[in-house]
C-alpha cells in the first residue's frame, strides 16, 4: 500500500488560501482504480471528507467546499495537493490524506494527519 505524508503551513490567516501536499511513497498515485482523498476533522468533531482525486486525475468535491476546494496532483513527484480558498476560523481541524480502491470505499492508506489552524 501506498504510504502517505501529509506537508504544509500550519497557521493561515483568515480569507487566505490553504494549500496542504501529500506525498505518496512505497506505490504510485496513478495505480488503477484508487482514489486519493483529503479529510478533515474539526476540533469535537468527526471525520469530514472534503474531496478526492482519481488515478485517471478525475476530481470530486464535498458539495459543501465544492465552491472553495481544488485537488491536484503531480505525478513526476508522486503527489496530489489540497487548495482551500477563503478560510475562516471553521476550517480549523486536522487535515489527513487517505487513498484506497474506490471512491469512498475505504481507505487503506492515512497520512499522519497535520494540523491547520486559522487566526489572525
Known amino acids: 500500500q501506498v504510504q502517505l505524508q501529509e506537508s504544509g503551513p500550519g497557521l493561515v490567516k483568515p480569507s487566505q488560501t490553504r494549500s496542504l501536499t501529500c506525498t505518496g511513497s512505497?506505490?504510485?498515485?496513478?495505480?488503477?482504480?484508487?482514489?486519493w482523498s483529503w479529510i478533515r476533522q474539526p476540533p469535537g468533531t468527526g471525520l469530514e471528507w472534503m474531496g478526492a482525486?482519481?488515478?485517471?486525475?478525475?476530481?470530486y468535491y464535498s458539495p459543501p467546499l465544492k465552491s472553495r476546494t481544488s485537488i491536484s496532483r503531480d505525478t513526476s513527484k508522486n503527489q496530489f495537493t489540497l487548495q482551500l480558498s477563503s478560510v475562516t476560523p471553521e476550517d480549523t481541524a486536522v487535515y489527513y490524506c487517505?487513498?484506497?480502491?474506490?471512491?469512498?470505499?475505504?481507505?487503506?492508506?492515512w497520512g499522519q494527519g497535520t494540523q491547520v489552524t486559522v487566526s489572525s
Open positions: 487517505a487513498g484506497g480502491v474506490g471512491l469512498l470505499a475505504g481507505f487503506g492508506s
Open positions: 512505497v506505490g504510485s498515485i496513478t495505480t488503477n482504480y484508487h482514489y
Open positions: 482525486i482519481a488515478y485517471s486525475g478525475s476530481t
